[in-house]
């Protein structure tokens, strides 16, 4: 196959006799065969790039929920940690009401 199709032989094309004629017909039917065998390649080509990229499409739709699950799921635990923590806290402070009043019950009964 050559770059232009072969479009070049249409230079060489003499129709004034009938071996000429003839032989015009067979570059014609030469390129046009070369410009559906072209056409065919592109159109396979076209094909598989139109499959590569609704591929890359669904990954990327694909990694994007997978990502905002994982993010969803790093958000909850933070939020059960922080409640733990939180309970945690209140718990201390409550232990240490307790414990700041035994003292003063104590002090009260020698009074």
Do not use: C, H, W
């Not at 015009?24 to 080509?45: C, H, K, P, R, T």
């Amino acid at each position: 196959m050559t770059i232009g199709g072969g479009l070049e032989k249409l230079n060489d094309i003499d129709v004034t006799t009938d071996s000429g004629a003839d032989s015009a017909l067979v570059s014609i039917e030469y390129m046009i065969q070369n410009a559906i065998d072209s056409a065919a390649s592109f159109g396979s080509a076209q094909g598989r790039i139109e499959t590569q990229s609704n591929f890359i499409t669904s990954l990327t739709d694909s990694l994007k929920s997978g990502i905002g699950t994982l993010v969803d799921a790093d958000m909850e635990e933070a939020s059960a940690r922080l409640q733990a923590l939180q309970v945690q806290q209140q718990l201390g402070v409550q232990a240490l009401s307790i414990a700041n009043q035994a003292p003063q019950s104590l002090l009260s009964l020698f009074r």
